[in-house]
């Protein structure tokens, strides 16, 4: 993708979720939001997305939207997770907007013996609900076009053995990590993790919940190839 394209994606009023990229039909809630909340007018462009990777750039007319590119293709985004109990407050909502930015591909909420906050029946639901939403938000906003799927919440004890935890005491080699798993408030409790897990270093100060969501995204974003992702080439359909 050269610059210039990148360039009018960025540009564009917004980016909108839709079934097909080569029709673009927005949904209820979305048209509102063009029209009524960024006020679009007749003209401005807007990106389309199916979630994907496949999308296209349009033009806002009076009832419909106008395909004005053919439908592009962005090459596969790289296969990371984050695994992250949730925290007090709003903080799990900024840190899964910004590991959204920093395209991690899976967001797992994890149920940790220590988590500070109560997690359990519809409240656990509401804040699941919450963070999907969030994490389709930020991907309109940064231009992704990849879906971050967020999964229903795991207990520690059923995350697979390949997946590292953030650990202040950890290894300082993020080599072959695709999946690293951050702790509540408390910290882990002393039982909770098998030696099969690799213990990995977020650095050397110790960092809010939030924080070390954040750091660990962009480490694997950094591992795994996704620095440079929006100048690769698209395929064309």
């Known amino acids: ?105 899976r967001i797992v909420p994890l149920v940790s013996e220590r988590l500070a906050l109560k997690f359990k029946g519809e409240t656990r639901d509401k804040i699941v609900t919450r963070w999907r939403r969030i994490a389709k938000e930020a991907s309109g906003q940064c231009r992704r076009t990849y879906d971050v799927v967020v999964e229903d919440p795991l207990d520690v004890a059923k995350v697979p053995d390949d997946v590292a935890l953030a650990d202040f005491d950890g290894e300082g080699d993020w080599t072959g990590v695709s999946s ?10 002393p039982y909770e993790w098998g030696a099969q897990h690799r213990r990995l270093s977020l650095g050397p100060t110790v960092l809010r919940g939030e924080t070390a969501a954040v750091v660990a995204a962009a480490l694997l974003a950094f591992g795994n190839g996704g620095w440079g992702f929006a100048l690769k080439s698209p395929v064309t359909r």
């Open 180 to 189: 690293i798993a951050i702790g509540p408030e408390g910290g882990w409790g």
């Open 1 to 105: 993708m050269s610059r210039f394209e990148w360039s009018r994606r960025v540009d564009a009023l917004g980016q909108f979720r839709v079934p097909d990229p080569l029709n673009p039909v927005l949904a209820k809630d979305d048209e509102h939001h063009l029209r009524h909340v960024l006020r679009a007018r007749n003209g401005e462009e807007v990106v389309v997305t199916d979630g994907e990777g496949a999308w296209s750039i349009c033009n806002v007319g009076d009832t419909s939207l106008e395909r004005l590119t053919l439908v592009h293709v962005d090459p596969a985004v790289p296969t990371t997770t984050l695994y992250m109990a949730p925290l007090k407050g709003e903080r799990s909502e900024w840190a899964v907007a910004k590991a959204t930015e920093l395209g991690v591909g």
